[in-house]
């Protein structure tokens, strides 16, 4: 008897391995091979427009009042002066504060509309803490210095640059090509919300909206030795909810057997030990499928057998902070109050606890779910300002993302691509209506050590990074000029 079950344990066993082996040795590569292309014509006054545009202070403020708007006219100003060609060819029209909006129509109304957005604005410096004047754009060592060079003005000029190099050459677009540059990004987007609710007000269906948002990593993807440029196809939610607990109060000589603030911390202990369980969602499975086909044996073995080892797989990822935040709705408590003295019972306690909502989850469904873990009638759960969906996950089998794909191979030789969930937000999410095929994607190579500049001190780009990013568009463009070869 034990010597029949050994046996079939054993078959069940093989069989396994040789499904495993099959499905590694059937994982093939998404990646496409193409050849990178000659794209002259890049200007020499590039590099100087980049440092000029660093130097106005376009700081964004959650009070529109304190926003200085004259700084954002002289921006203005300055775009005018530097794509002359643009401001000939294509329309101009100002929403929020100082959000543009430029439109050039096409010539074949059968093609759907593209629309490239980048923003303005960027968040104040700790002026200190830099090794060169935030705002100077100096030029130095093949670098371009400044707050900006990254987010966002780094692809707003280089979409400027590339559009003026179009223009120069003639170009007449067959599809109609919208540039949307946001005055206020980094406090919400008032500007793309207006700019978006114009779009969809005037039936504008785009073919992809690209933004911000991914970046070409360099050493960032585990176990991959080449560039990666990774593509946003969703970004996570916000939802921040404040639980709140009346109680009797009194003197803490006599104390009832609870008190506010243990019903609370009760309640806290609950919603920390019952997070929303890790789980894969789209654009995780396509960086998977992506990225998985060009890791070398034997961890190909895993990616390649996510129907058995998914286990493995996500304990991989939630043994990291920003691995756990990709596969798990994150629940995270900011703050905190209750009580006036020591020796007084309080009659309230509060907590605020932020989370950020993977793309299977509402916020009504996770408030719904709060109330189910805290299931205590004493605590009241508001949820307060600023909450918002996790924006709908992109295909990547549509032609936007496979002309994305194919413009990185033509222009960064050697980087593969791969889709993926974004963990921040961009004005990208405002324009869900105008677009089902939006991707966040900037084509800035990066290390991780760059990453800190953003928002951080030091933002600086280099000059070959950020010629790049002009090819990069500029062949973008001319890409999504050609319908769809089916
Ligand atoms: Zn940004």
Known sequence: MVKKVVKYFLYIFILLLIALVLKTAFYTSKQVNIKNVEIAGVSESSVAHLGMAIGFKTISNMDNNLVDTAVFRAFHSFLETAYPLVHQNMGKELFNHSA????????????????????????????????????????????????????????????????????????????????????????GGNGAIAMAAELEKRGVDAEMVL???????????????????????????YLTVELACKYEGGHSSMPNAETAISILSNAIVKVTENRPAATF??????????????????????????????????????????????????????????????????????????????????????????????????????????????????????YAFSTIQKTVGQVFEGTLVAPTLMLGSSDSRHYSKVSKNIYRFAPYQLRNEDLATIHGANEKISIENYQAMIRFYYQLIKNMQVAEQK
Do not use: C
């Open 281 to 398: 969602t789209q654009p995780v499975n396509d960086f998977m499928g992506f990225i998985g086909p060009e890791i070398s044996w034997p961890a190909r073995v895993v990616f390649a057998n996510k129907w058995l080892l998914g286990g493995i797989l996500k304990g991989i990822y939630t043994s990291s902070s920003p691995g756990n935040a990709t596969v798990r709705t994150t629940t995270a408590p900011t703050m905190v109050s209750g009580g006036i003295k020591d020796n007084v019972l309080p009659t309230t306690a509060k907590a605020t606890i932020n989370f950020r909502l993977l793309p299977n989850i509402s916020t009504d469904e996770l408030v719904k779910y709060l109330r189910k873990v805290i299931d205590d009638w004493r605590v009241d759960i508001t949820v307060l300002e600023g909450a918002r969906e996790p924006a709908p996950v992109s295909s990547v089998e549509t």
């Open 100 to 187: 543009l909006l430029y439109k050039i129509e096409g010539s074949n109304k059968s093609l759907k509309p593209i629309v490239l957005l980048a923003h303005q604005d960027v968040v104040p410096v700790v002026e200190e803490e830099w090794d060169e004047a935030p705002f100077s754009g100096k030029i130095e060592n093949g670098v371009i210095w400044g707050r900006g060079a990254l987010d966002n003005k780094g692809s707003l000029i280089a979409i400027m640059e590339a559009m003026e190099m179009l223009f120069n050459l003639g170009f007449q677009p067959e599809r109609t090509t919208y540039l949307a540059f946001g005055d206020d990004e980094e406090v």
């Open 211 to 237: 933004d911000e948002g991914m970046v070409i990593t360099k050493g960032i993807v585990p176990m991959i030795e080449q560039p990666v440029a990774t593509i946003g196809t969703s970004e996570k939610g």
